[in-house]
Each structure stands twice: as structure tokens, then as C-alpha cells.
Nanobody, 118 residues
């Protein structure tokens, strides 16, 4: 059974930073790709960032390039999303996902709320 638990969300002012974490209970975590996605109010879930199993390849949505950084610690079975220079339009529930491809992802966390005030 795969479980993903996100943490680190909260309320921050525009221009501020947050770091999200996603702890995975996957025996073979280091072989899985990991991704971050978000769903804003009244919007569909969208891709934010993804990272290869080794951490050597990362991909970002254009809207977050240069502001967000995805990373992973395979020893801790954890993936991170460092979010800097946050904007009100970054307000969303952030989900981590995983799978052998991801996206599309096979497993999802429950999400963590990020709210950016102007």
C-alpha cells in the first residue's frame, strides 16, 4: 500500500516562501518519479513540477519556473517543493503524486492548502 502525506502548507503574504514536504511510504521510493500538482478554487488540477527517481531530471510548469524548486531525499523517502516569491495566483491545494511515470501518477496524497494573500 502506497501512502503519501503532504505537509508545510499555510498562509503567506505575496513575495513570501513556503516549503512543502511529501513523505512517502513506498518500499521502492527511489525508483519512482514524484510530482507536485495543484488545484486552485474553481480550477482543474494542474501540473506544477516533477522529478526523476535519481533527482537528476526536473520539470516545471512555466508559471512556476524560476520560483519553485523540486527536490527529493531518497534516504528519507521525501520529496520537497520550495516555493519562493509566492503570488496570490499560487493559492491552491497542493498534491504530491507518484508513479513509475508521473504524470500521469498512480498514487496521490490528500493535499495541503497554500494561501497567498496580496
Amino acid at each position: 500500500q502506497v501512502q503519501l502525506v503532504e505537509s508545510g502548507g499555510g498562509l503567506v503574504q505575496a513575495g513570501g516562501s513556503l516549503r512543502l514536504s511529501c513523505a512517502a511510504s513506498i518500499r521502492t521510493f527511489k525508483t519512482y518519479r514524484m510530482g507536485w500538482f495543484r488545484q486552485g478554487p474553481g480550477k482543474e488540477r494542474e501540473f506544477v513540477a516533477a522529478i526523476s527517481w535519481s533527482g537528476g531530471i526536473t520539470n516545471y510548469a512555466d508559471s512556476v519556473k524560476g520560483r519553485f524548486t523540486i527536490s527529493r531525499d531518497n534516504a528519507k523517502n521525501t520529496v520537497y517543493l520550495q516555493m519562493n516569491n509566492l503570488k496570490p495566483e499560487d493559492t491552491a491545494v497542493y498534491y504530491c503524486g507518484t508513479g513509475t511515470v508521473c504524470p500521469p501518477c498512480d498514487y496521490w496524497g490528500q493535499g495541503t492548502q497554500v494561501t497567498v494573500s496580496s
